[in-house]
């Protein structure tokens, strides 16, 4: 059985390659919270003190840690988006006290901190809803166009980066064509 010496002030133990990959996975779920991690290993029965453990993950099996962390990630993803969820969930919480107490003391508060305080909790609560979209893979609806091609034309027309010769539709530029003076010919 191969191992892992790890020197302590008191003594030197010994930990198996099980306990190793284990004990990176574990981390590797825990987001690298090496303290965090410890907890989760008590709970399995397995002790590794969170020093260790910090130096398997950044010197001594940083490899593997790097490897469990990408044959993880989908977990990983899943853990952090119920987090963000979380955080989410909280500031929209704390955004609607904050809101019942603006209504209740508005007259009471100064104007310039009322506005801070809800705008910085909405702007908490929008980035977290935000990236919960995004962690979750919601992703939100695009906008559609407000313009149309020949509307977006026109105005390319006017600021002069295109100029329009006749009715004539000209053909696409390539990479290869030189534009005189920076503009273009359609």
């Not at 939100?140 to 009715?167: F, K, S």
């Amino acid at each position: 059985m191969t191992g892992t010496a790890v020197a302590s002030p008191r003594q030197t133990r010994r930990y198996d390659e099980e306990t190793i990959e284990t004990a990176l996975t574990v981390t590797a779920l825990c987001g690298g919270n090496t303290r965090h991690a410890v907890r989760r290993l008590k709970e399995q029965g397995i002790d590794v003190p969170s020093s260790t453990l910090a130096a398997w993950k950044d010197r001594q099996h940083a490899a593997r840690y790097a490897v469990i962390r990408d044959e993880r990630a989908a977990e990983i993803q899943r853990r952090v988006a119920v987090a963000q969820e979380d955080v989410a969930l909280k500031a929209a919480q704390i955004t609607s006290k904050l809101l019942d107490r603006l209504d209740k003391e508005a007259l009471e508060i100064p104007i310039r901190d009322l506005a801070g305080a809800v705008r910085n909790v909405a702007t908490t609560g929008g980035i977290g809803s935000d990236k919960l979209m995004t962690l979750r893979e919601r992703p939100l609806p695009a906008p559609t166009a407000g313009r149309d091609v020949a509307e977006i034309l026109r105005a390319l027309t006017a600021m002069g980066v295109v100029q329009e010769i006749g009715n004539t539709p000209a053909p696409a530029i390539t990479d290869a064509e030189v534009v005189e003076e920076g503009v273009a010919t359609l």
